[in-house]
């Protein structure tokens, strides 16, 4: 019987051959947990009366939703994950290193084929490298640090095939807000989502990482993308001549949904509130006045981003109405982005350059709207109260689409500015 | 194990944020104090209007958008006796088993706001004697079912030492 990548993933980490349904124990590769979950990994971890770690060498935390503090609670939190770190020997990225989605695949931690688990919802994005990663609570979490294993429901299959070829102006956001309208919020619970097709295969990594991002948007377990030259060339920049292990789905593996998407007569395409999935084409809400434009975050935060971003703003100015707020994905790309000249077109324009990060995303810190203020984002979440006021109105789009609407003050159409 | 208790009744898609705002849960690890904020974005006075063993009522995807582990902690130190839906996201649904939270996947289109029910998890079933109706609870995995009689995983693993699956 043939099998899913998610089936053969699962069964190389559990000794055995493991299809959809069952229930099994694995062994795991990678863990992460961040500064808003792994308080609570640690309290959890001594629940268990936890006393070892696994593997001091496979378990990151990351300084990313609240960094640097922004308050005393925090502050005290941060000490605590610090003093863990210290005591257990574990990795750790520090505040101003970066978004623990962009980080964890840029150090070089992960291989295709591996199963990894994340105490953050998003940790589905690594899928872009194929390998399995699976966000869980900081119990689960825990859990794994102390035995390198975890209990997983192996999960149905969904596939998704991107065919034909985007146009000007189109991005991958908009390909991933387009899987998000065809499927919903709950179009993939439990379930994995192997992405694949001609349309995938054009785009780049941080193309396909914005796309398995998303994937947590319709309910997905895992997203895993098809291994092809690009994530070759992609992994051998940190792996070397190492042997790798790509994972592909057998022909007759059997799937609980396959969908075709063609995309070439896609449009930009913008997520309304309250909502990932109220998407509609950006001409619906042209117009629209908006008082915050933000590029960054785990969806939208890298190199590619930032290009874009920069080809709109050079020369020209955010509207005065507008604050625009830039928070690079990590170090490596705001270092990268200095060299390009993309950091001096944003200055020049007015945007405000944080630190790499969450940034405003989350609602703690840096840029947290007032009572019915508008916000376009690159992020991936819209729900009500989610950048910290329940009165504000967030819209999602492409860097492109937001980079445009800061010029114009309104939401507008990238083509305008390509 | 037999439950009664008060409904509470949400929609479909209620996201982490709802249950519990990211402007509370990345300060403090004081459940207690959480509690006193859930579904407050939605309707701010919800923490004065639940007494302990109340239900929250929902439907489908209950608990979607982040891991985090507050929104099911905050939910069981506000005391809240049982979720029903008519079915949980992923992460929200193992976090509440692992740290014994009654999570009930049942077809909840026929309960109303204010409804008292009783549920007998033994047998299954969820009793709405107003209505004279009785709803059947789809059943877990035996698996799940010990951890939930263990009152969560850490209990489990302490006194299991390891998955028995």
Redesign the interface.
């Known amino acids: 019987m043939g099998q899913t990548i998610a089936e053969k993933i699962l069964s190389s980490h559990a000794g055995k051959p493991v299809f959809a349904g069952e229930?099994?124990?694995a062994r795991v590769d990678f863990l992460m947990a961040q500064?808003?979950?792994a308080?609570?990994v640690i309290?959890?971890f001594e629940?268990?009366?936890g006393d070892r770690i696994f593997d001091p060498e496979k378990i990151c935390f990351v300084f990313d939703?609240?960094a640097p503090s922004p308050?005393m609670?925090?502050s005290a939190?941060h000490k605590l994950m610090r003093d863990f770190v210290r005591k257990y020997g574990i990795k750790k990225t520090e505040i101003g290193e970066g978004v623990c989605h962009v980080l964890m695949p840029e150090k070089g931690f992960l291989r295709p084929g591996q199963l990894v688990l994340?105490?953050?919802?998003h940790?589905p994005t690594y899928g872009a490298m194929n390998l399995m990663a699976c966000?869980?609570?900081?119990?689960?979490l825990a859990?794994a640090m102390l035995?390198g294993?975890q209990?997983f429901k192996v999960p149905h299959t969904t596939k998704i095939v991107f065919y034909g070829k985007l146009n000007r102006g189109v991005f991958a956001k908009d390909m991933g807000l387009l899987m998000v309208k065809t499927l919903t919020?709950?179009g993939a619970?439990?379930q994995s989502v192997e992405i694949t097709g001609e349309a995938t295969g054009r785009i780049s990594m941080d193309g396909r990482f914005t796309i398995a991002n998303l994937v947590t948007e319709i309910?997905g377990?895992n997203c895993v993308m098809e291994y092809d030259e690009k994530t070759e060339n992609y992994i051998r920049t940190f792996a070397g001549d190492e042997k790798i292990n790509p994972v592909f789905a057998d022909k007759d593996a059997s799937y609980s949904n396959e969908i075709e998407m063609d995309v070439s007569k896609l449009e930009p395409l913008v997520a309304k509130p309250h909502?990932v999935d109220n998407v509609c084409e950006v001409e619906e809400v042209r117009g629209t006045k908006i008082n915050q434009a933000f590029i960054g975050t785990c969806t939208n935060g890298r190199i590619e981003d930032l290009a874009v971003a920069a080809k709109i703003l050079k020369g020209r100015k955010v509207h005065s109405d507008v604050r625009a707020i830039i928070t690079p994905g990590s170090r490596k790309i705001y270092l990268e982005a200095m060299k390009k000249g993309y950091i001096k077109i944003f200055m020049e324009s007015g945007c405000c350059v944080t630190n790499p990060g969450c940034g405003p995303c989350?609602?703690?810190h840096q840029g947290?709207p007032s009572d019915g203020e508008v916000v376009i984002s690159t992020a991936n979440?819209n729900?009500?109260?989610?950048m910290?006021n329940?009165q504000a109105f967030i819209y999602l789009a492409s860097p492109a689409t937001v980079a445009a609407s800061a010029v114009k003050g309104e939401i507008s159409d990238p083509r305008e500015f390509l | 194990m037999e439950l009664t208790g008060k409904t509470h009744k949400f929609g479909d898609d209620i996201n982490t944020d709802y249950i519990i705002s990211g402007r509370y849960k990345f300060k403090t690890l004081d459940m207690s104090e959480l509690a006193q904020h859930i579904f407050e974005d939605i309707d701010p006075d919800f923490s004065k209007k639940i007494g302990p063993g109340d239900f929250i009522v929902a439907g489908n995807n209950f608990g979607c958008g982040s891991s985090r582990e507050q929104a099911v902690l905050a939910l069981k130190y506000a005391k809240i006796g049982a979720i029903i839906a008519k079915s949980f996201a992923r992460i929200f649904f193992r976090n509440g088993i692992n740290v014994g939270l009654v999570l009930i996947e049942a077809n909840t289109d026929s309960i109303s706001q204010n409804d008292i029910l009783r549920i007998d998890l033994a047998e299954g079933k969820i009793f709405n004697e107003a209505k004279k109706e009785i709803i059947q609870i789809r059943p877990l995995p035996d698996f799940l079912l010990k951890i939930i009689n263990e009152g969560g995983v850490a209990n489990y693993l302490k006194k299991y030492r390891d998955f028995q699956i």
Do not use: M, Q
Not at chain 1, 135 to 140: A, F, L, Q, Y
């Open positions: 229930i099994c124990v500064d808003g979950t308080p609570l309290r959890a629940e268990l009366n939703h609240s308050n609670g925090v939190l994340g105490a953050d919802s940790t966000g869980v609570g900081s119990t689960d859990i035995t294993k209990w919020a709950r619970v439990y309910g377990k909502t989350v609602g703690t947290v979440r729900f009500k109260g989610r910290g329940p």
